[in-house]
């Protein structure tokens, strides 16, 4: 069987952690009797650069031809003088549009290895496994009127937070769905005591609610919510939210786990889902083989588990990632008193030289 993979390395360590993710998936393909074909397209500033374009007419066409989408990460200060349009970002915000990625799911569970590579005492984050669903195609990053105006003391700059009923159903519907399969109980994020976007998305998601009596929901603000993440994160198993709120508190449950370098996400909607790390291109530290390359390679776990449901070979990867932090090896971000250092390259040979034992 031959699937096909858009590899979008993007900017920064995006370039030196996507070989490693590309290295377990070759394995896996290999152990499954799977044909991976790998095509590799620019996005972010390595296509301004190339093109003028941090979205080519090329790679969407790849990406939407395709049967799923890596993507490493993109942006960087080089870029930041560009108007908005012209950004990197507006790469990934062009993918999710005309890919109908609407709902992001970013798991957040602590490795126990690295109880003691989080910030938080061990007591609190021992044991914690929480999946932020977050919407990822309305909001305020894609409402209208948006922009920046003169006016007669200086400028005006304005963004508008505008949910729909479809929206909000659809979103809630992935978060009850996927708590059916975990512990059974959903947080619903919002700020419905002074935005009337949030009364209708808590109006909304009650009504879905109403086809999963199995489910239990509860409501929280979004204030009080990143409260109780640093507080008490047991609490919660599926956190449904806005594409805003989601994309602060999902920053804030990864930090949970010792480092955002080491979480994966998938972002599903329509036929293609794309799979990235939910890090940005750090690029204090790309070209210098100092990049966590576990959120990238985990993020291939994630997409053959949603794109293609296989969970076996997903697991081994998981299983990977797990002995050789248990052996001791850390990249820079995850070290700690009796660990081993190691760069990127070096990270991923140990995970990859874990796999090969998993599958011979």
């Known amino acids: 069987m031959s699937t096909r993979i858009a590899v979008l390395p993007g900017d920064g360590i995006g370039s030196e952690i996507m070989p490693q993710a590309v290295r377990v998936l070759e394995i896996i393909g290999q152990a499954c009797g799977r044909t991976f074909e790998l095509t590799s397209a620019q996005v972010g500033g390595a296509a301004i650069d190339a093109t003028g374009f941090p979205l080519p007419v090329e790679t969407l066409d790849l990406a939407k031809s395709s049967d799923a989408v890596l993507l490493g990460a993109v942006g960087g200060p080089k870029w930041e003088g560009l108007e908005y349009e012209r950004r990197p970002e507006r790469a990934l915000l062009g993918l999710r ?84 399969k975990r512990r059974g109980l959903v947080h619903s994020i919002d700020k419905a005591n002074v935005l009337e976007s949030s009364e209708l998305w808590r109006r909304e998601v009650i009504k879905v609610h109403e086809n999963f009596s199995d489910v239990e929901l509860r409501h ?27 994309d602060i508190l999902s920053d804030e449950a990864a930090m949970l786990t010792g480092s955002i370098g080491m979480l994966p996400s998938a972002s599903m909607g329509a036929t293609v889902g794309m799979f990235e790390p939910i890090h940005g291109s750090a690029p204090d530290i790309a070209g210098k083989n100092m990049a966590n390359p576990i959120g990238m390679i985990a993020s291939v776990a994630m997409m053959l588990t949603y794109a293609w449901n296989l969970s076996e070979e997903a697991q081994l990867i998981d299983t990977a990632i797990e002995k050789t932090l248990e052996e001791g090896f850390r990249t820079k971000d995850i070290e700690g008193p009796g660990t081993t250092l190691l760069g990127t390259q070096e990270m991923g040979d140990q995970i990859v030289k874990q796999l090969k034992a998993l599958v011979a």
């Open 97 to 180: 549009e005309q890919l109908g990625l609407f709902a992001n799911l970013r798991p957040a569970k602590i490795h126990a290895p690295l109880i003691g590579a989080s910030s938080l005492k061990p007591e609190i984050i021992d044991g914690i496994d929480v999946l932020v669903v977050r919407e990822l195609t309305g909001g305020i990053y894609f409402g209208t009127p948006k922009g920046i105006e003169k006016t007669s003391t200086g400028f005006r700059g304005f963004n508008t937070e505008v949910y729909t009923t479809e929206e909000i159903r659809r979103i809630a519907k992935v978060a009850f769905e996927a708590a059916k």
């Open 220 to 246: 929280m603000y979004v204030d009080n919510c990143a409260m109780q993440l640093v507080r008490y994160p047991k609490q919660f198993d599926v956190i449904v939210t806005t594409n805003l709120f989601g």
